[in-house]
């Protein structure tokens, strides 16, 4: 059993900055994948960024590009996500979500196993 923590969610104004903490506990942080995932009233849930194990491969979303990062610290058994120039569409509840290291498509939520309770971001104009 994994268990995964979100926090660092909250009220910023468009371009603010905000960083997303997820503390993960139950098995060994380094032997899985971890992605960040967002959803909105009325819609599916939409990736937003992945990193595999080692830290050594990142993913982002088109819509995210240039303005999230994503990194882990496996000593910390932590994976954040910063959030900058942040925009009124990116307002949602973001989840972080763990993958088998056997995972090959961290786009795709159907890889994950395990995922958070979620952190409310909202972003005014």
């Known amino acids: 059993q994994v268990q995964l923590v979100e926090s660092g969610g909250g009220l910023v104004q468009a371009g603010g900055s905000l960083r997303l903490s997820c503390a993960a506990s139950g098995r060994t942080f380094s032997s899985y994948h971890m992605g960040w995932f967002r959803q909105t009233p009325g819609k599916g849930r939409e990736f937003v960024a992945a990193?595999?194990?080692?830290?050594?491969?990142?993913y982002s979303a088109d819509s995210v590009k240039g303005r999230f990062t994503i990194s882990r610290d496996n000593a910390k058994n932590t994976v954040y996500l910063q959030m900058n120039s942040l925009k009124t569409e990116d307002t949602a509840v973001y989840y972080c979500?763990?993958?088998?290291?056997?995972?090959?498509?961290?786009?795709?939520?159907?890889?994950?196993?395990?995922w958070g309770q979620g952190t409310q971001v909202t972003v005014s104009s």
């Open positions: 979500a763990s993958a088998p290291l056997s995972s090959v498509s961290l786009v795709d939520q159907r890889s994950y196993d395990y």
């Open positions: 990193i595999r194990w080692g830290g050594g491969r990142t």
